[in-house]
């Protein structure tokens, strides 16, 4: 049997936005097929779409690896036996180099581990990686 659709009746489309296939109220129609539809959901508005979108079959996408994640666990497995007492006092006009212990007066303990200019560091806290300011006046 052949549905039937009617603008404002209610169809199942996949939503663009929430990337499901979810309950949609007809918008537009061209001949006796949905065009456009919003979603009940979040209330986007969309092309109808009657499935979900099919992946082509080209190259598998492999997600790339951080590129410091190796070395990013050596520098937390530092920060678990470092000494406190050796750590030098954070200060944006202090200069740092690579490996050197940071105590961060918000984010504690760190270790320098990129400078990537003279005015910019990357430093691994326990909870993230974060780019700070150094050598400024």
């Not at 052949?2 to 061209?30: F, N, P």
């Not at 000494?83 to 270790?111: C, Q, R, T, V, W």
Request: aromatic letters at 6%; a positive charge; glycine letters at 6%.
């Amino acid at each position: 049997m052949t549905e039937s659709y009617t603008v404002g009746g209610d169809v199942q489309s996949w939503c663009t936005k929430c990337k499901l296939m979810l309950r949609h109220t007809i918008v537009a129609m061209v001949e006796n097929s949905p065009k456009r539809v919003q979603c009940n959901t979040c209330s986007g508005a969309h092309n109808y779409r009657a499935g979900e979108p099919v992946k082509s079959a080209s190259k598998p996408r492999v997600p790339k690896a951080p590129k410091r994640e190796k070395s990013a666990i050596e520098y937390l497995e530092r920060l678990e036996t470092a000494d406190m007492s050796m750590a030098k006092k954070y200060n944006f006009a202090g200069n740092f180099e690579k490996d050197e212990l940071i105590n961060h007066p918000k984010f504690g303990l760190g270790i320098v581990s990129l400078v990537k200019n003279e005015k910019k560091m990357e430093i691994v806290f326990k909870d993230s990686t974060r780019l700070l300011s150094q050598n400024q006046s």
